[in-house]
Nanobody
Framework: QVELAESGGGSVQAGGSLRLSCAGPEYIYSSYYMGWFRQSPGKEREGVASVDSDGSPSYPDSMKGRFTISKDKAKNTLYLQMNSLTPEDTAMYYC????????????????WGQGTQVTVSS
């Protein structure tokens, strides 16, 4: 069983920034598609960003501009830099990994972390 461990969540004022991290086994970062998802109470889980095995990022149109995904293979860590946060960004954020980009984006990734809570106050 692969363990992905998120960290970096917390409480922040609107307009602030946070950087989330996701640590896991080395081979995940060199071979898998990885991504960040979020879910808030009463809402469906939504994709935030993804990165290919070669580091190429992808974002849904709704997430472009404020969020930046990156990974550091040397540190076996995936990051999500979030800027200009709004209360609508409040959610549990999860990292995920899969060998298939399609499975990742439809929310059926093979591996998931436990999540880290982000709370943005107005």
């Amino acid at each position: 069983q692969v363990e992905l461990a998120e960290s970096g969540g917390g409480s922040v004022q609107a307009g602030g920034s946070l950087r989330l991290s996701c640590a896991g086994p080395e081979y995940i970062y060199s071979s898998y598609y990885m991504g960040w998802f979020r879910q808030s109470p009463g809402k469906e889980r939504e994709g935030v960003a993804s990165v290919d095995s070669d580091g190429s990022p992808s974002y849904p149109d709704s997430m472009k501009g404020r969020f930046t995904i990156s990974k550091d293979k040397a540190k076996n860590t995936l990051y999500l830099q979030m800027n200009s946060l709004t209360p609508e960004d409040t959610a549990m954020y999860y990292c995920a990994a899969d060998l298939s980009r399609r499975r990742l984006w439809i929310g059926s990734a093979m591996y998931w972390g436990q999540g880290t809570q982000v709370t943005v106050s107005s």
